[in-house]
């Protein structure tokens, strides 16, 4: 039980990998509040956690940040652990241009709203409820797509290498402040999450569907949302207590190279 005693607040943990995260931690004994703006997947996963608790939560409201993180004090008297997980890709409500040239500025806007603000107001409040303790950890999910460019997701990409940036400054200022308030980010790749279904679909070609989207990665498979919660939980405990500002990348070793495994004959 690595985390016993401890407290966390997951973002945008109502599903997929923030869910998952949730579960891993409480797993090692903490106490979690999972938050999200998807109120009944959210609180049927605090429910099936146990000891867990729910409260809604726009990241890209500063009102909301600050009232979750009275929540946690209120509770628990503390907050060890932050999880900043919730994102938003911009093609939620379907396909539109987020290329270079054609994207909206208001499109763009909004996706760097909750994920690029979302995160800065995660730090913010998180250091925040951090200082009485001097301690803890801050665990931003960035991604593969802000390490290279992505043409099709002009505004995805750069808020994540926005993320993969202020994780380091987050770090650097805990430091010069004195605090043991580590900060890192994780980066994933493909990983099977709901997102996906729409791509994959039910059918007989699924399975085949599933190989095409992951050809170009040397593991040839998706990545589960296990692994990444594990990532989090190695991040969140004091295995990790002399790592901050640094990065992990989960990504079936896209960005080692080339397709490490010559194709069969």
Same mark, same amino acid.
């Given at each position: 039980m690595k985390l016993d005693g401890r407290v966390a607040l997951v973002t945008g943990a109502a599903r997929g990998i923030g869910a998952g995260a949730a579960r891993a931690l409480a797993a090692e004994g903490a106490r979690v509040l999972v938050t999200d703006v998807r109120d009944a997947e959210g609180a049927a996963? !605090? %429910? &099936?956690? =146990? =000891?867990? !608790? $729910? #409260? #809604? +939560? %726009? /990241? #890209?409201?500063e009102a909301d940040w600050a009232g979750a993180m009275d929540d946690v004090l209120a509770r628990w008297g503390r907050l060890d652990v932050l999880v900043n997980n919730a994102g938003v890709t911009g093609f939620e409500d379907g396909p539109a241009p987020h290329d270079p040239e054609h994207a909206s500025l208001d499109d763009w806007r909004a996706v760097h709203r909750t994920n690029t603000d979302g995160v800065f107001l995660g730090c913010k409040h998180g250091i925040r409820a951090m200082r009485s303790a001097a301690r803890g950890s801050i665990i931003n999910v960035s991604s593969r797509s802000g390490i290279v460019g992505i043409p099709a997701a002009a505004a995805y990409a750069a808020s994540k290498a926005a993320v993969r940036n202020h994780t380091k400054t987050v770090a650097l200022y805990c430091a010069q402040q004195g605090l043991a308030i580590r900060c890192n980010s994780i980066h994933p790749a493909a990983i099977l999450t709901p997102m996906w279904e729409p791509m994959l679909g039910d059918g007989p070609d699924r399975e085949a569907r599933m190989a095409a989207l992951v050809r170009d990665t040397p593991l040839r498979r998706f990545g589960t949302v @296990? @692994? /990444?919660? &594990? !990532?989090?939980? $190695? +991040?969140?405990?004091d295995d990790s207590g002399y790592m901050t500002g640094s990065e992990l990348h989960l990504d079936g070793g896209i960005l080692a190279g080339a397709v490490a495994s010559p194709d069969s004959e």
């Open positions: 996963v !605090a %429910d &099936a956690i =146990g =000891g867990a !608790a $729910y #409260r #809604r +939560l %726009d /990241v #890209r409201e @296990e @692994e /990444v919660a &594990a !990532a989090v939980m $190695y +991040l969140a405990s």
